[in-house]
């Protein structure tokens, strides 16, 4: 008989690269081990998916991902009851496998979701942990390894779609932020590719721009675009039509508030 072979190696090693701000990888840890659902809210490309992923892997925890939209019901979630060769066959949504399976069970920009969507979360996101189907009759107790994470960007997601107290106040919640100006440079060189002292004034262009965030722009930009900016620019691409193509036309539609940040871009780039 062939020896046993532990291929899974160290998850720390494997894991998504994920760079913490602060204590987010210990709070998560906790969070699951005491059966807490989380909620991560921060601007969009700062960092949360990957952070999940990360946190997954590290505790070898299967990860199911949910992108909510505005579409989004309690059925689809759940499950239903579909038309198959004449039979009607009661089939399985994300969240229900999540809980049957077990894991990490990620809804991606919930307050998006219907309204009805908070239904199914409550008695899943306390000390009950149930999951009722009500369609079946089925109540699933969620086992030890599920937990439900939600993330969403507060900054222009307006008032009326904001969470209710009553759903919010059932979370654990961390704020995400974009990294110190050192560390994001470290992130997008790893990313990316591109050595860092490239990458430095993309860095600070980010800075600059992130400053004009509620004056001309909805959202400042992501360290995603510096990832793409830098990923062009190790392509091949020069560096003032990779700033142009990947950390200005994606922030505007409007000619002046572009043409001010091209002149941004020109000062601190070249
Ligand atoms: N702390 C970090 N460690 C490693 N990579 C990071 C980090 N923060 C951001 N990144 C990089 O930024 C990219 C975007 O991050 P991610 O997709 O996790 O953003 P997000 O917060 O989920 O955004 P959205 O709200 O738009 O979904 C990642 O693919 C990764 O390249
Ligand atoms: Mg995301």
Same mark, same amino acid.
């Given at each position: 008989?062939?020896?046993?072979?532990?291929?899974?190696?160290?998850?720390?090693? *494997?894991?998504?690269?994920?760079?913490?701000?602060?204590?987010?990888?210990?709070?998560?840890?906790?969070?699951?081990?005491?059966?807490?659902?989380?909620?991560?809210?921060?601007?969009?490309?700062?960092?949360?998916?990957?952070?999940?992923?990360?946190?997954?892997?590290?505790?070898?925890?299967?990860?199911? *991902?949910?992108?909510?939209?505005?579409?989004?019901?309690?059925?689809?979630?759940?499950?239903?009851?579909?038309?198959?060769?004449?039979?009607?066959?009661?089939?399985?949504?994300?969240? *229900?496998?999540?809980?049957?399976?077990?894991?990490?069970?990620?809804?991606?920009?919930?307050?998006?979701?219907?309204?009805?969507?908070?239904?199914?979360?409550?008695?899943?996101?306390?000390?009950?942990?149930?999951?009722?189907?009500?369609?079946?009759?089925?109540?699933?107790?969620?086992?030890?390894?599920?937990?439900?994470?939600?993330?969403?960007?507060?900054?222009?997601?307006?008032?009326?779609?904001?969470?209710?107290?009553?759903?919010?106040?059932?979370?654990?919640?961390?704020?995400?932020?974009?990294?110190?100006?050192?560390?994001?440079?470290?992130?997008?060189?790893?990313?990316?590719?591109?050595?860092?002292?490239?990458?430095?004034?993309?860095?600070?262009?980010?800075?600059?721009?992130?400053?004009?965030?509620?004056?001309?722009?909805?959202?400042?930009?992501?360290?995603?675009?510096?990832?793409?900016?830098?990923?062009?620019?190790?392509?091949?691409?020069?560096?003032?039509?990779?700033?142009?193509?990947?950390?200005?036309?994606?922030?505007?539609?409007?000619?002046?508030?572009?043409?001010?940040?091209?002149?941004?871009?020109?000062?601190?780039?070249?």
């Amino acid at each position: 008989m062939k020896p046993a072979v532990h291929a899974l190696g160290d998850p720390l090693a *494997t894991a998504p690269f994920y760079a913490p701000a602060g204590n987010e990888c210990a709070l998560f840890e906790l969070a699951w081990r005491r059966g807490l659902p989380l909620l991560l809210k921060g601007p969009t490309g700062c960092g949360k998916t990957r952070f999940v992923a990360h946190m997954a892997a590290r505790l070898g925890l299967p990860l199911h *991902t949910v992108a909510c939209h505005d579409d989004l019901t309690a059925a689809d979630l759940t499950g239903r009851y579909l038309l198959r060769g004449g039979d009607t066959v009661w089939t399985d949504g994300p969240l *229900t496998r999540a809980v049957r399976e077990g894991g990490i069970c990620y809804l991606d920009e919930v307050v998006e979701a219907r309204k009805d969507v908070a239904v199914v979360l409550h008695p899943l996101t306390d000390d009950r942990r149930i999951l009722p189907l009500e369609r079946t009759g089925e109540e699933l107790a969620a086992p030890k390894s599920f937990m439900l994470v939600v993330s969403y960007n507060p900054g222009y997601q307006s008032l009326l779609k904001a969470l209710k107290p009553s759903t919010r106040q059932r979370f654990v919640a961390i704020e995400f932020d974009f990294l110190p100006a050192a560390q994001e440079v470290a992130v997008v060189a790893t990313e990316s590719g591109l050595p860092a002292e490239r990458v430095r004034p993309l860095v600070t262009l980010a800075g600059r721009l992130r400053a004009l965030k509620g004056h001309d722009l909805e959202e400042g930009v992501s360290t995603r675009l510096i990832v793409y900016c830098a990923s062009l620019m190790m392509a091949g691409l020069p560096a003032a039509e990779a700033v142009l193509a990947a950390m200005i036309e994606p922030l505007t539609d409007e000619p002046d508030v572009k043409a001010a940040l091209i002149e941004v871009a020109k000062a601190v780039v070249g």
